[in-house]
Structures are given as structure tokens and as C-alpha cells.
């Protein structure tokens, strides 16, 4: 399979997690999205590259972009600290722990479309809730999850953390 397509939501609040990823080879579809991201930044979106620590990038080559445009000094700590940092640790142990393929480490790259909320306030949990976002959104993309009977049960209860229709 050339891409590999994950979602995961973790957390409540405004300290909550939305990640998605794509991911697969460079040499595909994935490697041009990749390379397209990183070099088109926007008005309030930097997409970076992901490093465990300054001069050390994530294994999967990891672009991280941010889905909520920056605004102010705190949305901006949050994203480039506490979240960054969370999606690092988290593509980095799919990869050591054998849930990314061997080949992943110098062959693929990851996509991660991040949500971070402009009122996030907690470090530590914006972290922790981007650590386990980052998993559990590889996890799914190397599982094809959600199966179909799971999409199928969740159409009939349509619903977000922003919205839940009045049926």
C-alpha cells in the first residue's frame, strides 16, 4: 500500500488532542505531500519538521502542521512545545516498539495534521493527550481502522466535541 491514512482524538476540553496522519513511503504520494506541506506555509500555519530534541528529527522524517492558526504567545508555546513534542515521542514509539515496519525509519514519512485550541493551557496534558493522539492516529492507519461495522454503528449517532445533531 502506498498511504496510510489514521485519526485519533484524545482528551476533553481545551487541552484535548485531534491528530491526522498519512504516511508511506517517500517515493510516493505520501513523500510529495510531505515535501509540499513543509515548504507552503500560510498566514497563522509553519509546518515543521518534528525533532525529539533541537537537531535530533523523529524517525519516520515527521512534518507537523498546525490545523488551528496560531494566535498569540500562549496558542503558539502550546503547538511548538507540549503538542510537538507529544506527536515526537509518539511516532518515534511507533517505530521502536515494531508498530511502524522496519522500512519506516529512513523509507517513509508522516504527515501529522495537528489540532491544538487557542485557549489550550496545560503543558503537560496537551502533551500527554498529543503523545497518545500520535499513537493511537498510526495505530489506526496501520490497522485500516475504523472497521466498516464501527463506521456503520457511529453514522446512526453523528456527533462531535463542537456539535451533537437533535435527533
Known sequence: MNMYIGEAFVGSGPNAAHLNV?????????????????????????????V??????????????N???????????????????????????????????????????????????PSANQADEVFANNYKAAKDAVINALGLLPLLSDVREAASRVHNPFYTPKD
Not at 30 to 50: D, E, Y
Not at 69 to 86: D, F, K
Open 52 to 65: 525529539l530534541q533541537p537537531g535530533v528529527p523523529v524517525k519516520p522524517a515527521t512534518v507537523f502542521i
Open 67 to 117: 490545523k488551528a492558526a496560531l494566535s498569540g504567545e500562549t496558542h503558539e508555546t502550546m503547538t511548538w512545545g507540549p503538542a510537538q513534542a507529544g506527536v515526537a515521542r509518539g511516532i518515534q514509539e511507533c517505530l521502536l516498539e515494531g508498530v511502524l515496519p522496519v522500512e519506516a525509519e529512513n523509507e517513509w514519512c508522516v504527515l501529522a495534521a495537528v489540532w491544538v485550541n
Open 22 to 50: 498519512v504516511l508511506g513511503p517517500r517515493n510516493g504520494p505520501v513523500g510529495t505531500a510531505w515535501a509540499t506541506a513543509l515548504s507552503s506555509p500560510s498566514a497563522g500555519h509553519v509546518p515543521f519538521m518534528v
